[in-house]
């Protein structure tokens, strides 16, 4: 994926490091908590770190978040944040990023470098019962998943870019209506490809 930026105006994409998720000390049983840490071309020399909790099949819920050097910054280029500054950070972007990178790979059961290259390794990691299925039910079943599972990643990808609308953004480049895109986003929220969303969460 490049960071540079296309002639759509969109920002340049947020790198995200994922950490394997744990078990919550004195926590409800099966809580988990995972950190995420966010770079941005756009910025440099500041990164993010993002933690969450949460349990299987929930959203994460933010619980703290620091700012401080990129990790790559040499140490006679740290400077000091100001308060002020803060205020100039796309926290609330990078925020998002951090969450959805987390929940993709919480959801697929592994981290960065475990996670299928393409849509139909994403299905058969979810439904390994349709690799050696050669009836026409099952590759029917295969052909429609492995449409929604590639929806679902140009989605988590738009989302990760800060597109504010993803569903648009995935009409607009397939020539589909906005409609048939949320119901393909949908299916593939069933299906597990996508984290279920808040009340009053974006499509």
Sequence with gaps: MSSTPDDSGEPEPVRVTVTEPALVKDGPEGAIAVTATVTDPAHPKRAALFEYIGMPGHRLAPVSVTVGPAPDLPYDEYVSIPPRDLRDLPLARWESAARWRAELELGQGGSSDKRPESAEAWVFKLYPELRDDD?????????????????????ATLSILGVKDPAAAIARRRDAKPATVRSWIHRARKAGFLPETQVGGRQ
């Design 135 to 155: 009836t026409p039910a099952a590759q029917r079943r295969l052909r429609g998943l492995t449409h929604v599972a590639d929806i679902a990643m140009e989605y």
